[in-house]
């Protein structure tokens, strides 16, 4: 099963972008999703998920400005971003956990000018 990010790029402040995280396999109906991301010099932190029962959950530095959801058929996850700021300039990576199994895509690359 391959996990694939796309949608970075680069962006001013302000403006908005939004991700797209797919799988090989129909993974995403009952698993755990989340987006992470990785800044210049950070560790890797969970900016945003939707867990099974449907509850989704962000860290209070995207709170209302970034938005997880995922199509209809359950083959895609999304994150919406905006109003975009240069302390979100990172990788962003998808994060699938479905029961016993943890999948992560190679990531895309998110930069925010001031």
């Known amino acids: 099963v391959q996990v694939v990010e796309s949608g970075g790029g680069f962006v001013q402040a302000g403006g908005s972008l939004r991700l797209s995280c797919t799988a090989s396999k129909n993974m995403f109906r009952g698993s755990n999703l989340g987006w992470f991301r990785q800044g210049p010099g950070k560790q890797r932190e969970l900016v945003a998920s939707n867990m099974r029962g449907g509850r989704t959950n962000y860290v209070d530095s995207v709170q209302g400005r970034f938005t997880i959801s995922t199509d209809n058929g359950g083959n895609t996850v999304y994150l919406q971003m905006n109003p975009l700021k240069p302390e979100d300039t990172g990788i962003y990576y998808c994060?699938?956990?479905?029961?016993?199994?943890?999948?992560w895509g190679q990531g895309t690359q998110v930069t925010v000018s001031a």
């Open positions: 994060h699938v956990n479905p029961p016993n199994s943890v999948l």
